[in-house]
């Protein structure tokens, strides 16, 4: 594809969804958790979130946003650790997951034979499965932890890019801009990662929006059955030591840290769709 043409479609579809008031929200609000947990990764704000800050259970002042937990601790930087790890997860898990799919489905569509059929039979097998055991299992199998969490994820979350990006191969490896560049002796490793995958990386950009939310849901409930972060603080965590506390009149924990899980995951499914809408070549024109 011309690299001119290449270019003006990914402005045309950029401007496209700037217009929407919308799109921009969610994108603001995507930003906002980034530099938030890079501050908190870098220490810079709720490095301190362990230390006790006011007595148990305070409701929400204006000295104590969020309020504080049974210890004292401040729900706001316990929110915010929450969203570094959050972040971490779902970017991390999203970068395993694009990884393995588009190695496996670009490989499988490109050769096709036995090693396509191979692929196909993995992939048919792990969705065949329910995800929520898989995941349980894979962390059982692997330990409690972050790094648990990170694997289990990863290896759960490729499979319908792995199909997307098979599919696209398999139209795109006889097109003629690919017969081009066999024709002056472009190895296959040239052919798929300079021609082919360039043509279908706004299947990668969409699936990658996806797959981050997704990672921070299925984070929240493995943290929440005990299965996922150990000793630091985790939406999934604070929800489940609130539960009981939810009785007893005692909302703001577990009512700051839904909101903060809902308003990150929404804002995740408005940008996937805005980027499917702007970047997929059947819907370009609509």
């Given amino acids: 594809m011309n690299q001119t043409l290449t270019q003006s479609i990914w402005l045309d579809a950029f401007r496209r969804m ?13 930003l906002i958790y980034a530099v938030v947990a890079l501050l908190a990764h870098w220490g ?11 007595t148990s259970y305070e409701a929400p002042s204006i000295q104590h946003w969020f309020g ?5 601790r401040s729900v706001l930087k316990k929110i915010i650790k929450g969203a570094q790890v959050a972040m971490n997860v779902g970017f991390v898990v ?4 694009i990884l393995i799919g588009v190695v496996l489905g670009a490989i499988g569509g490109y050769f096709g034979g036995v090693v396509d059929e191979m692929i196909v039979w993995l992939c048919s097998t792990m969705a065949s499965i329910p995800n929520i055991m898989l995941l349980i299992s894979l962390t059982f199998i692997l330990g409690k932890g972050i790094l648990a969490v990170y694997i289990a994820l990863g290896m759960t979350n490729w499979v319908e890019l792995c199909r997307l990006i098979r599919g696209e191969v398999i139209k795109h490896k006889d097109r003629e801009y690919v017969q081009a560049a066999t024709a002056i ?3 296959h490793f040239t052919k798929l990662w300079r021609h082919i995958l360039p043509n279908v990386l706004h ?11 997704i990672a921070i849901k299925s984070e929240v409930i493995l943290s929440y059955l005990g299965l996922g972060v150990q000793n630091s603080p985790s939406w999934g965590v604070m929800i489940n030591d609130a539960k009981v506390e939810l009785m007893q009149g005692i909302w703001w924990e577990i009512a700051f840290a839904t909101v903060a899980m ?16 702007a970047l997929d070549p059947k819907l370009r024109g609509k």
């Fill in 18 to 30: 700037a217009k929407s008031k919308l799109t921009t929200a969610a994108l603001l609000v995507v």
């Fill in 44 to 54: 810079i704000i709720a490095g301190d979130w362990s230390q006790e800050v006011g």
């Fill in 68 to 72: 504080t937990d049974i210890f004292g």
């Fill in 94 to 97: 999203s970068i395993i997951a």
């Fill in 185 to 187: 002796g472009a190895s």
């Fill in 203 to 213: 299947i990668v950009i969409i699936q990658f929006s996806g797959i981050f939310q």
């Fill in 262 to 277: 809902f308003l990150i995951v929404l804002a995740f499914n408005i940008l996937s769709d805005a980027l499917r809408d």
